[in-house]
């Protein structure tokens, strides 16, 4: 039985949503950014779009012209994990070593949430494996409606990371008069953790 176009996206919705909001480097990020920034969520989903929607014509390029296997390449995987995996470490540590700055300061990032969205997603493994494997199914599904169907796709996609970036970042930023130095020292090296402890896993996972 064929599934209507409207059905189909809105599982894509379903889906994505579930892909968003595990906890993830970009979910750490967009806390410690959301504490001086209420819409640093909002940017950091368009940094993040900057690299996701390329992507997406990409793992459509390759499907449509019947390259798949070129995703599923061993060297592939361990190239993006093991890069991603010591940037995340990199990032992770430099976060740690700022959590003595004063109130307010994000150290360890970049300045703006838009650059973070995109160094933290460009360097992050599990949103390439993300697209290569549950991406992927989503985008052969999309495909069956011809490119209307991809970029309608996209377009539910995208105001799923939205939605979830700007709400955390919201969320921080109205809580933030009750952060002492010391509840922004816990937050931030627990944030900072969470992006070294990725970088030491993905790292670890490209030789397994």
Not at 62 to 91: C, N, R, T, W
Not at 93 to 105: C, D, I, K, N, Q
Not at 145 to 169: N, Q, R, T, Y
Request: net charge neutral; with cysteine.
């Amino acid at each position: 039985m064929e599934t209507s176009l409207g059905l189909f996206l809105l599982s894509a919705a379903g889906i994505s949503l579930t892909g968003v909001m595990l906890p993830g480097p970009m979910t750490a990020a967009t806390i410690a950014k959301g504490y001086s920034d209420k819409h640093a969520g909002a940017w950091i989903a368009a940094g993040h779009a900057v690299v996701e929607v390329p992507i997406i014509a990409v793992i459509y390029a390759v499907i449509y012209f019947g390259f798949e296997h070129f995703i599923d390449s061993p060297q592939v995987k361990m190239g993006i994990y093991l890069a991603g995996g010591l940037m995340l470490l990199y990032l992770g540590f430099r976060m740690f070593r700022a959590t003595h700055e004063t109130l307010g300061a994000v150290g360890g990032l970049p300045a703006s949430s838009l650059v973070t969205g995109i160094v933290i997603t460009g360097t992050n493994p599990a949103f390439y494996m993300w697209w290569a494997t549950a991406g992927a199914v989503l985008i052969t599904g999309a495909a069956r409606f011809g490119l209307v169907g991809v970029i309608l796709l996209a377009v539910v996609h995208l105001p799923c990371d939205l939605a979830w970036s700007e709400f955390l970042s919201i969320g921080t930023f109205g809580s933030r008069r009750w952060w002492t130095q010391k509840v922004q020292r816990t937050v931030f090296g627990v944030c900072a953790l969470v992006l070294a402890g990725f970088g030491v896993w993905f790292c670890l996972y490209a030789f397994l």
